[in-house]
């Protein structure tokens, strides 16, 4: 037999789809205002592996020759992320939220089980919570990696008036770094995030949207 | 008591509910951007978000603070920066026949570098900030913007705009007097240790490490003082007026 349970309440899909957009905006435009100085790549030495970015994928995305118009949208779209992702945190914080999301002792050992088991090579079944620990360990690195961005942002955006921060975050230019660095961050995590939301399949997916979840109970004759 | 029907049929409502209202918030998010990016330009980016830069640019200057200083750096760290903008320096005789007008609401004076020259010599290490990213150490000889003010035209003090442009008036930019009264803007006139080169703004240039180089103008012709904003030659084509840091 199955039921409908809840899964995510309200708010919180609501601050995640929100986010989607918002986050989108802040790379794309971060893209703009990168690619007047774009001096990271991935290599030793003298050799490069990849350059960020290629000369294709500028020409790709438009890039090219649009700071001002990035550094308009960044610093507009800079105080709605910073607002949603701060009122994420103080919902999870005060509605007990937080108790699902943040890693425990175990949720590192559980982690590697996950891995093992997404990759193919444990077969035992994973737990059966609403977030295992890799889950955990994701959601709650995903929110700290924005707080970062807010902060390593400020200290790019003012590091005269928040010299003491950009000093912290060892400089101006490793700030910057650091900014960039975490951008790439999230790419990674969207793809790994969305890979893992097509292999969960369209329940779990549909959980997001309406916040319920469709969850067969034990003990019954399965549909015939 | 809940049937398997049932179950499918009330997820099925919900689906339809929660996606109908997902897509009247994706629709009415997408017009919102269509909308923001189809505003009239002012100054060669859409109203809004010129809008946006001078809300920015308030809560930037309520919580300015001159006794934070720009980080100083041991003069050996200091390195050539590039020269970037040539915009303005065209005219090699303008070295030559140079002459700093300051316009000054007591009346107009006309200044040779000595003048400037003859103010407390400020010796600065800090970094120089591109709008575009990168960053140079760069060592700077001058007088504080400050005691040329002090000294030349006391009394524009209250005035709440500084206008600086080229001789030739081809690039321009504007200070709000609290980042032009700030201890590590100057008018500098050597970069590290040796006399400003052309293509860097000789004989006379702006320094300020609380504003992006952009604003640092070079060979500076021409100073006035306003209560309105001054033209700002960047950020007429997109770029933040105020531009601090």
Redesign the interface.
């Known amino acids: 037999?199955?039921?409908?349970e809840t899964k995510h309440s309200r708010a919180i899909r609501w601050m995640h789809?929100i986010n989607v957009?918002l986050l989108g905006?802040m790379l794309w435009s971060g893209l703009l205002?990168?690619w007047?100085?774009d001096?990271y790549r991935a290599g030793i030495g003298d050799f490069t592996l990849f350059r960020f970015f290629p000369d294709w994928f500028y020409k790709l995305l438009n890039v090219p020759f649009r700071?001002?118009?990035g550094?308009?949208?960044h610093?507009?779209f800079a105080w709605l992320f910073t607002l949603n992702g701060a009122l994420y945190v103080l919902y999870t914080a005060i509605s007990g939220e937080w108790r699902y999301l943040v890693p425990t002792r175990r949720s590192f050992r559980e982690a590697v089980q996950v891995m093992l088991h997404d990759l193919g090579i444990r077969k035992e079944p994973l737990p059966r919570r609403k977030f295992n620990g890799a889950q955990q360990i994701a959601y709650t690195g995903i929110v700290l990696a924005g707080a970062g961005s807010v902060v390593t942002g400020l200290a790019v955006y003012?590091?005269?008036?928040f010299?003491w921060l950009?000093?912290l975050l060892g400089?101006?230019?490793p700030a910057?770094l650091e900014h960039f660095a975490l951008a790439i961050g999230y790419v990674l995590f969207f793809g790994i995030h969305i890979t893992q939301v097509i292999r969960a399949g369209w329940n779990n997916l549909?959980a997001m949207?309406?916040?319920?979840e469709?969850v067969s109970t034990t003990g019954d004759a399965p549909?015939a | 008591m809940r049937e398997p029907k049932g179950v499918e049929r009330e997820i099925a409502r919900k689906t339809r509910r929660a996606f109908l209202v997902g897509g009247i918030a994706a629709v009415a998010g997408g017009g919102g951007v269509e909308w923001l990016k189809s505003r009239p330009a002012e100054d060669g980016v859409a109203w809004p978000f010129r809008e946006a830069l001078r809300a920015n640019e308030s809560v930037a200057r309520a919580y300015f603070e001159p006794a934070r200083l720009s980080r100083e750096y041991p003069v050996k760290q200091a390195e050539q920066p590039k020269a970037n903008g040539d915009i303005g320096l065209d005219d090699d005789d303008a070295i030559a026949n140079w002459k700093l007008v300051l316009e000054a609401p007591r009346g107009r004076q006309e200044l040779r570098l000595d003048a400037v020259q003859a103010l407390p010599r400020v010796e600065l290490t800090t970094e120089l900030r591109c709008i575009e990213g990168w960053s140079t150490v760069v060592h700077w000889t001058g007088a504080r913007f400050a005691d040329f003010l002090a000294r030349y035209a006391p009394e524009a003090r209250p005035a709440g705009y500084v206008g600086l442009e080229t001789p030739d008036g081809a690039y321009y930019v504007g200070l709000e007097m609290a980042s032009a009264l700030h201890p590590q803007t100057l008018l500098a006139y050597a970069m590290n240790g040796e006399p400003l080169t052309a293509d860097h703004g000789a004989p006379l240039r702006l320094v300020t490490p609380v504003k992006y180089g952009i604003k640092n103008i070079k060979r500076i012709g021409r100073i006035r003082f306003t209560d309105n904003r001054p033209a700002d030659y960047w950020a007429e084509r997109g770029y933040d007026w105020y531009a601090g840091l």
């Open positions: 037999m199955e039921t409908l789809w957009p905006v205002i990168y007047a100085d001096i700071l001002a118009e550094m308009a949208w610093f507009l003012k590091p005269v008036q010299g950009a000093t400089g101006y230019q910057r549909r949207v309406t916040g319920y469709v549909n």
